[in-house]
């Protein structure tokens, strides 16, 4: 099992949901398969994502947002212990990802030292379309930069500075 | 009270919102819950193969994506005019059954239960599975854990995929399974018979013994005598994959027996001017508002609601818990007595669970399951096709047209949750009457009250919220009932 994952969350046939799709999409070719470095999509929440959590060094969770207080695309960055709530950070009928990780210590399982989150202001998350709005579309490039710097410093921690050079090649 | 028209531009909408209005006299008017609900299906559906619609409508909801898909194969089935053959049959219902397990471990264990394990005045942040464990022991986690990891592998083995399955399709299956995976599956199936029993001594362990809890189900402020929906095999016993859908009155009595083809002859869509939810009800019977009786059309279609239409469950230990639920809430336990109490909705989960892991038991062992026939293709089209079976949270129906290549050129879902919209807000406002009174302020015991009314239902927008910080986002609003005027709000985790 890699121990840095890239987690995106969402849904990828509604609207702005489709972020982390997106994002994960288009990391797929900088992330080579069997590296230290796992890129995935789930549609998933709390329990869900407990199963693919655990055993990791760190992983980024990318997904929407939707404060309202800034305009669509806008990117957030979160870093472990603020970790805010994107859209599926906590399913309504699931557990919160806080929740999950608690629970998953107390089962005995190695969490995550370091879990961060990417995520894009959305505009649009009840319409069923493969469209993005062209806001959060034109935000999915620079936040596969953000997430390949992310990579970048956190596979130095783990150090495995060489295989990331290629990665981020 | 005068009446109340609100502007379409300003319709109620947001994530968990509910609406009080409240009259001049502080007296409760009326209680609304809002949830956003996702649009544009049948665009987005329009121009597609119908046998695409088994795997897009997985995507639909996160929480219930094998529910769709069995919603969507069947009706697609009926589309081709499609008899499968009995092998796929008995394979979709397996993996079906197997979902369930699943599903309500994380209902009952997660989210309704801690109501009760942990008690309904537990604070907000112990309410939930955490608090379960710290109730119970580390064990209820680990056994949680694993049970959801069993369902999850049925779903594999049978629909190809852990998550979305993919394996239905016009006509049946599209995979076989080995000899190796029945015995897998045999295997689970009987740690999932004693993770029901584990279950069924947590319920009675820790919710039975308290007389507390049980008063508290049986309370008015959780009452609602509508009429119930859910489907049955031909002996009138829950299936949750097949047979003809059951509706029985507040009294007990059958008010229909129908094929699911029939459906629009006996459910119409209620339409309010201030929201964008619909309400379905009982086109025989009639809109007659937010109220529940003989004479109203609103009906529910839960857990609960399940084992009211029915006349058993199909397995025993199944039956026995039904025997026994029955009898501790109605004082008659062949089941002819109807429980209205939505909190009994909880209780009727668990039975249900018991149901569905002896039936993955007793499934798996079927011979037939390994047949090669899992697939028959279709030769002709019908060009219309309704599939329904019940998801966890209440009745689930795909309806699509085609034209003669199978495109779809009309599609129309319901949705389990949506059959419930109108008892969900009859629930809070019984829930918030005596507690709201205008110039009064919402405590986080109202909230908690009112929490529980719509937890029991289980409502599904799993697949439209917003953000979701951690806990299930509350917010309620308490309107001037003439003026529509914002006079208090409550928020939690919004």
Request: net charge negative; with cysteine.
């Amino acid at each position: 099992m890699s121990d840095i994952l890239i987690l995106g969350l969402g849904n990828e046939i509604v609207a702005d949901d489709r972020f982390g799709y997106a994002v994960i999409d288009e990391l797929s070719a900088h992330v080579p398969d069997g590296g230290i470095v796992e890129a995935v999509f789930a549609p998933l929440a709390g329990f869900g994502l407990l199963d693919f959590l655990k055993d990791r060094y760190a992983a980024l969770i990318v997904d929407a947002i939707m404060t309202g207080n800034s305009s669509p695309g806008t990117l957030y960055f979160f870093t472990s212990g603020h970790l805010t709530p994107t859209r599926h950070l906590c399913g309504s009928h699931q557990i919160s990802l806080p929740a999950a990780l608690e629970l998953g210590r107390k089962m005995g399982y190695d969490m995550p030292k370091r879990i961060d989150v990417l995520a894009a202001e959305a505009e649009d998350i009840t319409t069923i379309t493969e469209s993005m709005t062209p806001a959060v579309e034109s935000a999915v490039a620079k936040a596969v930069d953000q997430v390949l710097a992310w990579i970048n410093e956190v596979s130095a921690e783990v150090n495995n500075v060489n295989k990331i050079a290629a990665i981020g090649s | 009270m005068k009446t109340v028209t609100i502007d379409p531009v300003t319709r109620l909408e947001g994530h968990g919102k509910i609406h009080l209005f409240v009259k001049d006299d502080g007296e409760l008017a009326n209680a609304y819950f809002q949830v956003p609900e996702l649009r544009g299906f049948e665009k987005f559906a329009q121009g597609r193969p119908v046998e695409e619609m088994c795997r897009i409508t997985t995507r639909i909801c996160g929480v219930c994506p094998d529910a769709h898909h069995m919603a969507a194969a069947k009706a697609a089935d009926a589309v081709y005019g499609a008899t499968i053959p009995s092998a796929a049959r008995k394979l979709r219902e397996l993996v079906y059954n197997a979902f369930f397990a699943g599903d309500h471990t994380t209902h009952f264990y997660a989210l309704g239960g801690p109501d009760f394990v942990c008690g309904p005045d537990a604070p907000p942040e112990e309410r939930n599975i955490l608090g379960v464990i710290a109730k119970v022991g580390l064990e209820a986690g680990k056994a949680v854990i694993a049970q959801r990891a069993r369902g999850q592998r049925v779903i594999e083995i049978i629909g190809g995929k852990k998550v979305h399955p993919v394996t239905a399709l016009p006509g049946g299956m599209s995979k076989r399974i080995t000899k190796e995976e029945q015995a897998e599956m045999i295997k689970i199936g009987d740690e999932m018979v004693e993770f029901a029993k584990f279950t069924i001594k947590v319920f009675n362990d820790v919710v039975l013994a308290n007389q507390q809890y049980v008063d508290l189900i049986l309370s008015d402020m959780y009452t609602h005598k509508t009429y119930n929906m859910g489907l049955v095999d031909k002996d009138n016993k829950v299936n949750f994959y097949d047979g003809q859908v059951r509706v029985t009155a507040p009294d007990g009595s059958e008010h229909a027996r129908y094929d699911p083809r029939d459906y629009l002859e006996y459910v119409a869509e209620h339409v309010e001017p201030y929201s964008y939810l619909k309400y379905p009800y009982l086109k025989k019977v009639g809109w007659k508002g937010f109220v529940d009786g003989m004479d109203s059309g609103i009906y529910k279609a839960t857990p609960l609601s399940r084992l009211n239409v029915a006349d058993g469950m199909a397995t025993p230990l199944a039956q026995e818990e039904y025997e026994k639920y029955f009898e501790t809430l109605t004082g008659d336990r062949s089941g002819k007595t109807m429980v209205h109490s939505t909190l009994g909705t909880h209780w009727a989960r668990v039975v249900e669970l018991v149901y569905a892991c002896e039936a993955v038991a007793q499934q798996a062992r079927d011979e037939e399951i390994c047949s090669d026939k899992v697939h028959e293709p279709p030769t002709s089209i019908v060009g219309e096709g309704i599939g329904i079976v019940e998801a966890p949270r209440g009745t689930l129906t795909h309806h699509y047209k085609t034209d003669e290549n199978g495109i779809v050129t009309a599609a129309n879902l319901i949705v389990g949750t949506t059959n419930n919209n109108a008892p969900i807000s009859m629930s809070i406002k019984r829930a918030a009457q005596g507690l709201i009174k205008k110039g009064s302020e919402i405590t986080d015991g109202t909230l908690n009250k009112i929490e529980m009314a719509f937890r029991a239902y289980d409502p599904c927008f799993g697949c439209a919220t917003h953000t979701l910080p951690g806990q299930m986002p509350l917010e309620v609003i308490v309107r001037d009932a003439d003026t529509g005027e914002v006079i208090a709000t409550r928020r939690r985790n919004v």
